[in-house]
């Protein structure tokens, strides 16, 4: 990760010197607006992967860099299992029972909100592009398991309780967290104003797991 970000720094800190040696016709700063809209998936590991909805606003720099914008929704999994255990007091029948919640993995409900630069290396009917986004996920997280009520019995008093079913709950971190991506992709010219993109982006995430992205859609 570390590897391809120093990477993609050190080509958009080139773009200078390369722009003056390409074959992009000049255009004036932010001349052409472009929206792209993508779908695809969002995964830390395969067997728990989401999706993604992604619509961006892109305009230009200097010919083959461009400034962009993008909003989104994001499904993702966490499947680090854990197990809870916790006691609660049923008025109904005056006892403290114990539960024990075995967690499979945790949901994610993100929006994510990035800006960002996107270089292009090169223009022709298959254009390859790299791109490189901060951002922040407005995050939202529930679990994903079985709970088993009464499992360690229960008891007329708090005392009685088993040590080890007096712990708290501990807090679910609800996932909000900065984001740092990276990541490469190609655009398949269909006329002057449209195309189709492909992307794939690996996204640091400083609160919850980072993810894999792969991405596909249209350009207009």
């Not at 255990?85 to 929006?111: A, H, N, P, W």
């Not at 088993?148 to 708090?158: F, K, L, M, P, Q």
């Amino acid at each position: 990760m570390k590897t391809i970000l120093c990477s993609l720094v050190f080509l958009l800190s080139s773009i200078s010197i390369s722009s003056q040696i390409n074959t992009y016709p000049q255009e004036k700063i932010f001349s052409s607006v472009y929206f792209v809209v993508l779908g695809g998936t969002s995964f830390n590991t395969i067997p728990t992967a989401g999706g993604t909805i992604l619509v961006e606003l892109k305009t230009n720099v200097i010919s083959n860099l461009s400034l962009k914008f993008n909003i989104g929704y994001t499904t993702l999994y966490d499947d680090d299992s854990f197990e809870v255990k916790s006691y609660g007091y049923s008025e109904f029948t005056g006892m403290y029972g114990t539960r024990l919640q075995i967690v499979d993995r945790v949901e994610y409900k993100m929006i994510p909100v990035n800006i960002g630069v996107e270089y292009d290396f090169v223009e022709s009917l298959a254009t390859p592009f790299a791109i490189l986004e901060l951002g922040y996920n407005f995050s939202s997280a529930k679990t994903e398991g079985t709970t088993h009520d009464g499992i360690g019995g229960s008891y007329e008093t708090i005392e009685e309780i088993p040590e080890d079913y007096r712990q708290k709950v501990p807090a679910l971190e609800e996932g909000s967290s900065f984001a740092l991506g990276a990541g490469i992709g190609l655009r398949f010219r269909l006329t002057n104003r449209m195309d189709i993109n492909l992307r794939y982006v690996y996204r640091y995430n400083d609160s919850i797991v980072n993810t894999n992205q792969i991405l596909v859609g249209l350009t207009f």
